[in-house]
Structure formats: structure tokens, C-alpha cells
């Protein structure tokens, strides 16, 4: 397990609220920080401990570069959130515009690279190519390499997963937000066709509005209820350093290696194409919906069948209200690493980085994701089920846009504005 993580103490449950949300990793509790900034009670219901899953075992990027256009605008709307939040919260989040840099280590990759760019910068990235002597003068080891060059935004950042979910939770119980811990939610109480509150294992809690941001939870959550929720959960590897005096500053992804500096002065490190996809029955409910994305947002994913398909096949997708549910039998989702992955990961990055040569190992984990078909995240509401929310499905890459998708999912609740259009979010679409 990722030992870093900063806990706090659970309040008591309380016996109404308006809004309830299910999970407390950093979209959950973003979504109660914007929702009690704005005077609204939220009551934020974790199985485990703030942030202990993959919000804290992410890599940690802030990134516009690479998304979908689709999350564009939400991408940039949460940087200038990251600096708000950075400067007003009080508390150090690690959130620094320090660039993102993408290896294009042929000229298939460039051209690639180069369209996907022509397309952002129409939606306001400001994201270049480096090639000749931009890259030797922005990363030499990369021309030294023999790229082609790379795509490049330094106005992209990174920040500290570990300290993020924690300093947010914080922030939001100042502003009047409750935050319940060890308290897993069994299900939704719904009366005439909406919701009207949820039952955990402390009880039962009124309320008018459900979030459901159980990341890799989700779908089961939604079977219960009878909901098709489309996800598949992806294993990825992760390493950490010792501290390291220089090296680059910009987090790099290559085909074989990623890393980014932390506040610490070590390094975060894994393998861009070194994902695991633990074959489940999930992944053959969800086969047709993941089919046409297989080519091209499944490259960076290797298939495995381990005793994960026994275990979830004898998982319960309906369950009652009164006993236990699979949420208290799994408090913390905590896989084992790859050592053969990360070591992939070392040779290669070594190889590019002579940096690198000299590093330290201080600690390797996992996380696990949960990935949609088209690998951008469900946010809005369940038109079937009046009350019920969902942001989740963010596919690996919601710690960038966790400001904004809060922000969002706030404005959908109480009918402000949206921060940006909702369409694309929209779980219809699944």
C-alpha cells in the first residue's frame, strides 16, 4: 500500500444531507469542496481513507497536452484552478507549471503529434513541436537519442497525488462539508422513482443528491441498482526515488518510460505501455462497448488472467441493505506492482537519461484505473434515476482534471452555469 497518505479523522454521520457522495478520492472531495463553497451541505462517505486508492498512486501529471479534445476545455479550466488552489488554500499541493513533454521517437510519432496539435491549439493549448536545436536546447538526452522530436506545453504541470486529496479534504470541512471515513454505502434508498437518501453500514442518510464517485467501484455499485455502467479496471506499476540532486524538470512520457520531479526532489517513475488489464467477467459483459477502442486506446495495456476472474466472478452484483456488502469485504483496492515492468521501465529510461543511472529506488506500487470505452470520464446525472450523479471513468488521467470536474459536477447539482459544456461527459453516451 502507498504509505504516504495523510489520514483524517471521520465525523460522525450525520442524519440528513443535501448532497451525499460516495467515495472520498480527489474527485469526491472536489465535489464537495465547490458544493460547499457554495453554502450547500455535503456529507463525503469513504469505505476506507481519503484518497488511498488511485488518487494517491497516480503519476501525477496536470496536463492539457495528449487529452481528447473533448477534455480540453475542462483541462485548461482545472490548471487555473491548480493555481487557485494552490495559492489560496493554504496548504502546499506541489502544483507547479513546471511543462509536460512528450517523446516523438520516430516521424510517425511526430506527424502524429503535429495533428493532434493542430487540432488543440484550436481549443486553446499551447502546446509546440521541438525539433533540431529547440530539443537539444529543451531536453539534449532526447536529441541525443536520436528522436524525432516532441511535443511540447510548459504550461502544463504537476502536483503531489499523496498530499492533494488530503489538503482538498481539509479545505472542504472548513467550508462546512463532512468527511466519513470507514463508512462503506450499500446502496440508494429510492422512493417514487428518485432518490431520497442511501443506507451504509453506520445507517441511513436523507438526502436529495447522490454522487456516485467510486472510481473502479463504480460499475459494481451501478449493477446494484440496475445500471449498465461500461468500465474495466487497469493494473499500473509505479516507482518513486530517493531524493536527486538536478535532473530535468518537465515530467516526460516515452513509449517505454514516463517520470516526473516531485516536491521531494526524487522522482516518479513508470512504464507509459506497461498497464495491466486483469481479464475479469466485466471484460466480457463490456466486450462489444470496448471492441471499437481496442486499436487505439488499448495500446498501452498488456491483457492478464490471474485468480482476479475467479475472485470477481464469485463477487455479488446484487446484494441487500441489511448485510455486508463487497465495499466493507475490499476497504482499499491495493494490487501488487510489477517488478519486470518497473525494471523495463529503469533499463529504458537509463538508457535515454544517464541521469537516471544513479537512481535510487525508495518504494513501487500499483493503482488500479477505471477506464471508460473511449477513455474520457462520465460526469452529470442519471436521467433514469432523478438525484443520482456519476463522475467516474476517468480512465487514468482524472488527477489533472479534478478541479474542474468537481467544479463542474457542483454546477450541475445546483444549476449554475457549467464550467464547460457537460455533453461530452454525459452518460447517455454509453
Not at 353 to 377: E, I, L
Amino acid at each position: 500500500m502507498y504509505p504516504q497518505i495523510e489520514t483524517l479523522g471521520s465525523d460522525r454521520l450525520p442524519e440528513s444531507t443535501d448532497v451525499a457522495i460516495i467515495g472520498g478520492g480527489i474527485i469526491g472531495v472536489s465535489t464537495a469542496y465547490w458544493l460547499a463553497r457554495r453554502g450547500i451541505a455535503v456529507t463525503v462517505l469513504e469505505k476506507g481513507l481519503i484518497g488511498a486508492e488511485q488518487s494517491s498512486r497516480n503519476w501525477g501529471w496536470c496536463r492539457s497536452m495528449g487529452r481528447d479534445l473533448a477534455e480540453i476545455p475542462l483541462a485548461l479550466a482545472s490548471l487555473r484552478l491548480w493555481d487557485s488552489w494552490q495559492a489560496h488554500l493554504g496548504e502546499d499541493l506541489g502544483f507547479r507549471r513546471s511543462g509536460v513533454l512528450y517523446a516523438c521517437e520516430n516521424p510517425q510519432q511526430l506527424q502524429q503529434q503535429a495533428t493532434w496539435m493542430e487540432a488543440a491549439r484550436a481549443h486553446g493549448v499551447q502546446a509546440r513541436l521541438l525539433e533540431g536545436s529547440d530539443l537539444r536546447r529543451v531536453m539534449p538526452e532526447g536529441a541525443a537519442a536520436g528522436w524525432s522530436g516532441a511535443l511540447y506545453t510548459p504550461s502544463d504541470g504537476r502536483a503531489e497525488p499523496h498530499r492533494a486529496s488530503a489538503v482538498l479534504a481539509r479545505a472542504a470541512q472548513r467550508l462546512g462539508a463532512r468527511i466519513v471515513t470507514g463508512c462503506a454505502v450499500r446502496g440508494l434508498d429510492i422512493t417514487a422513482g428518485r432518490v431520497t437518501g442511501l443506507y451504509s453500514e453506520r445507517g441511513r442518510l436523507r438526502c436529495s443528491s447522490v454522487v456516485l464517485a467510486g472510481g473502479a467501484w463504480s460499475t459494481l455499485f451501478c449493477a446494484n441498482l440496475g445500471l449498465r455502467l461500461p468500465q474495466l479496471k487497469v493494473v499500473a506499476s509505479v516507482l518513486r526515488t530517493a531524493p536527486m540532486a538536478g535532473g530535468p524538470e518537465q515530467a516526460v512520457g516515452a513509449s517505454r518510460y514516463a517520470f516526473r520531479k516531485r516536491a521531494d526532489g526524487g522522482y516518479t517513475i513508470a512504464q507509459r505501455n506497461g498497464n495491466l488489464a486483469p481479464i475479469t467477467p466485466d471484460s466480457f459483459r463490456y466486450l462489444g462497448d470496448f471492441l471499437p477502442a481496442l486499436s487505439k486506446q488499448f495500446r498501452e495495456v498488456r491483457l492478464r488472467l490471474d485468480g482476479r476472474f475467479l475472485d470477481e466472478l464469485r463477487q455479488p452484483r446484487r446484494w441487500d441493505m441489511d448485510s455486508a456488502s463487497p465495499f466493507e469485504r475490499c476497504r482499499i483496492l491495493d494490487p501488487q506492482p510489477s517488478p519486470a515492468i518497473l525494471d523495463e521501465a529503469r533499463d529504458a529510461l537509463a538508457a535515454v537519461f544517464p541521469f537516471f543511472r544513479r537512481m535510487r529506488v525508495a518504494q513501487s506500487w500499483a493503482g488500479v484505473m477505471d477506464v471508460t470505452p473511449d477513455a474520457v470520464p462520465v460526469i452529470g446525472p442519471v436521467e433514469k434515476l432523478p438525484g443520482l450523479f456519476l463522475s467516474t471513468g476517468y480512465s487514468g488521467h482524472g488527477f489533472g482534471i479534478a478541479p474542474g470536474a468537481g467544479h463542474l459536477l457542483a454546477d450541475l447539482i445546483d444549476g449554475s452555469t457549467p464550467l464547460v459544456d457537460p455533453q461530452p461527459f454525459a452518460y447517455a453516451r454509453l
